[in-house]
């Protein structure tokens, strides 16, 4: 059974600090998505990596992907209150060419404090 | 372009009654997915629709919830009866052309309905 863990479950960080939220999985897999929840709200999508060494970029934001250490990471650089939310990843492992299934983290709770 | 509806955003009832929540996804989207969040948890797969066909409704409870997509667009997930261990929120999702096909895009995701079930 595919398990995918995220460290840390909650962060809390100072406004202007850079961070790193970490997501391992437990199986084969080459494609991997973060997506981030507000309080209340739906999930929104942030990125999808697709191969081994990927690496993707948006704002304050960057995401990587090594499949070889089953690791991703979500690097936030000089943080601001706005990216307060939950963070997802989620790993795809369909086995077949098709419609991805996904599996979830466990979420990071991220509080960015004034 | 209007996102993925769901209705009503808000449930609560007593267990071992009946419920149902209704989907409609993006507009021209062949794929639907239902998923289940319990609170602190991350989204759960419980069905996945192509078309009007299951793809995927291996974590299903079948004994107690069913799903169905007439026609290819709007879906349909039912409880019955419910257990005070279904309360959680219930988040559509839809997607277009797959990702190793050539699409772009990945899920959409519906605001949710959240159900209390005491």
């Known amino acids: 059974e595919l398990k995918v863990e995220q460290n840390p479950l909650f962060l809390s960080m100072q406004e202007g600090k850079n961070y790193t939220i970490y997501c391992n999985y437990s199986?084969?897999?080459?494609?991997l998505y973060w997506y981030r929840q507000d309080p209340g709200k739906s999930l929104e999508s942030l990125f999808v990596l697709l191969s081994n060494g990927a690496v993707k970029q948006e704002g304050r934001l960057m995401a990587s992907l090594d499949t070889k250490a089953r690791l991703s990471t979500l690097h936030i650089t000089a943080a601001v209150h706005d990216l307060s939310a939950t963070y997802f990843c989620?790993?795809?492992?369909?086995?077949?060419?098709?419609?991805?299934?996904?599996?979830f983290g466990t979420g990071t709770r991220l509080t960015i404090i004034p | 372009e209007a996102g993925v509806a769901q209705s009503p955003r808000y449930k609560i009832i007593e267990k071992r009654q009946s419920v149902a929540f209704w989907c409609n996804p993006i507009s021209g989207h062949a794929t639907l997915y239902w998923y289940q969040q319990i609170l602190g948890q991350g989204p759960k797969l419980l069905i996945q629709?192509?078309?009007?066909?299951?793809?995927?409704d291996s974590q299903l409870p079948k004994d107690r919830f069913s799903a169905e997509r007439l026609k290819g667009v709007d879906s349909t997930l039912k409880i019955q009866p419910a257990k005070l261990e279904d309360s959680a929120v219930y988040l559509c999702?839809?997607?277009?052309?797959?990702?190793?096909?050539?699409?772009?895009?990945?899920?959409?995701f519906g605001p949710g309905t959240r159900l209390l079930v005491l």
């Open positions: 989620a790993v795809d492992i369909r086995p077949y060419f098709g419609n991805e299934k996904l599996t």
């Open positions: 629709f192509q078309n009007n066909g299951v793809v995927d």
């Open positions: 199986t084969t897999s080459d494609r």
């Open positions: 999702a839809s997607s277009s052309t797959p990702l190793l096909a050539g699409g772009k895009e990945t899920q959409y």
